[in-house]
């Protein structure tokens, strides 16, 4: 079995005639290509893949699937650092 290689990448989605929306993700290195067209799995919409993102630019840099940054353990972890998971007080 082969490991799949993640590069950080800028992507662009067109949203109408003025609108754009960017933002910057790990995706496989296989789809890490300047211009290409993708798919990206949201989430935060119950899993849903959204068609249309374009690749603006990729980072030299690539990581395997165990280096990729768990950004979900470090927030939770910040949060508990500094207080903000605590309950509010009313």
Not at 13 to 39: D, H, M, N, S, Y
Not at 64 to 74: F, I, N, R, W
Request: proline share 4%; aromatic share 8%; hydrophobic share 25%.
């Amino acid at each position: 079995m082969t490991e799949t290689y993640y590069k950080q990448c800028t992507l662009r989605k067109t949203l109408g005639p003025t609108t754009t929306r960017c933002q910057t993700a790990w995706i496989p290195e296989k789809f890490a290509i300047k211009g290409k067209v993708i798919k990206i799995r949201d989430k935060d919409d119950g899993d849903q893949w959204d068609d249309g993102w374009v690749v603006l630019s990729n980072g030299g840099t690539k990581r395997s699937e165990k280096q990729l940054p768990d950004y979900h353990a470090m927030i939770k972890g910040h949060r508990k650092k500094t207080g903000d998971a605590l309950p509010k007080n009313q």
